[in-house]
């Protein structure tokens, strides 16, 4: 007899159980189909940004600095000759202040040096801009450039 009352005591807490299981089951579930919802009816809700909008903000964050500031551009190029010195201008490293620009030059031996602006290059010439492309000097009272030189190519 006690066998059988411990056998349904046990029976009635395991479907207690089962039951709690479910309810507990079935309102996650409900639960998430409510967020799923929510969460979908939100996304449906979003506009997509205009190609005008989306300028608007590339333009007003900043990225090239501060709207109104100005670059000075350096003086003609065409007015500066380009230099019979046999040099070869390997790179350059430009700067925010020009004082911190490199240029990388080596001579027709092959000795490469870096080089800031007042150094004075082999044939007396003092360097005076580091451009993108190119540096100038001044050598005998006269400006003379000296190109980049493309990859795979030597001056001759």
Avoid: C
Avoid at 23 to 28: E, T, V
Avoid at 56 to 69: C, S, V
Avoid at 129 to 151: H, M, P, S, T, Y
């Amino acid at each position: 007899m006690i066998n059988r009352v411990v056998w349904a005591g046990n029976f009635l807490l395991l479907s207690v159980l089962v039951w709690v299981s479910l309810q507990l089951f079935n309102g996650q579930r409900q639960a998430a189909q409510k967020v799923d919802k929510d969460t979908l009816s939100g996304l449906l809700s979003l506009s997509t940004p205009t190609v005008e909008e989306n300028l608007r903000t590339i333009t007003n964050a900043g990225l090239f600095g501060p709207e109104g500031d100005r670059v000075e551009i350096a003086g003609p190029v065409e007015t500066v000759s380009p230099t019979p010195l046999k040099l070869i201008l390997h790179g350059v490293v430009l700067a925010e202040n020009p004082r911190d620009g490199h240029a990388i030059i080596s001579t027709e031996n092959g000795s490469h040096r870096s080089y800031v602006l007042g150094d004075v290059l082999p044939g007396n010439a003092k360097l005076s801009q580091i451009l993108v492309d190119r540096v100038i000097f001044e050598r005998a009272g006269k400006r003379e450039f000296l190109r980049l030189q493309a990859r795979g190519t030597e001056r001759r």
